[in-house]
């Protein structure tokens, strides 16, 4: 399983630009947090890139019918586990590191996008925790975001919130650079 096929897989079953952009925001926070603890850079990605992959084919049955696509696609189960347990109504345990970060960094990372969209020039330059703070507490602001999930997230991944807003703007401003030389971009 490489990072192209992971990326063939997920256009197999999604045509929607703002849902491809969310899958390589949500693999670019994934590999941050993958650099930060260590882990496998790349394995951390795909679960990013991967973990919404039935999302516009089969809403209702989100996230279990692609945890069958990628059981049949030979995905490891540790990946399998994360991408089920990122849904809260499956009551799957995250008990991995992996499975923790994948929850804590999915609404996170659209909430940063969606910053970063209404930034001049949709600028990823000299992004600031207190606007980001800011526009948290904006109950108007990306009112489809759930910020108790964004706490939560934090709190099970054991990370100090604003510590892991950067961490994750950190690392989506950094991913946005290699994805522009590849003629991509995040917004
Ligand atoms: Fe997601």
Do not use: C
């Amino acid at each position: 399983m490489t990072r192209d096929e992971a990326y063939e897989l997920l256009k197999k079953y999604t045509e929607s630009e703002s849902l491809i952009k969310h899958a390589l925001a949500v693999e670019a926070a994934m590999r941050g947090y993958a650099k930060k603890f260590n882990e496998d850079v790349e394995f951390w990605g795909i679960t990013g890139l991967i973990h919404d992959l039935d999302y516009e084919l089969y809403p209702d049955k989100h996230p279990l019918e692609g945890v069958k696509i990628l059981e049949e696609n030979g995905y490891p189960v540790e990946l399998i586990e994360a991408v089920k347990g990122h849904a809260d109504h499956t009551n799957t345990p995250r008990q991995p590191l992996l499975a923790k970060t994948l929850y804590a960094v999915d609404e996170l990372s659209s909430f940063i996008i969606a910053y970063i969209l209404v930034r001049p020039n949709k600028s990823f330059e000299d992004i600031q925790l207190k606007s980001i703070k800011k526009k948290l507490k904006d109950k108007a602001f990306a009112r489809g975001v759930d910020r108790d999930i964004i706490k939560k997230g934090a709190e099970e991944l054991g990370v100090d919130l604003d510590e892991h807003i950067m961490t994750v703007a950190d690392a989506l401003v950094e991913r946005e650079k290699e994805l522009n030389q590849m003629g991509v971009s995040l917004v």
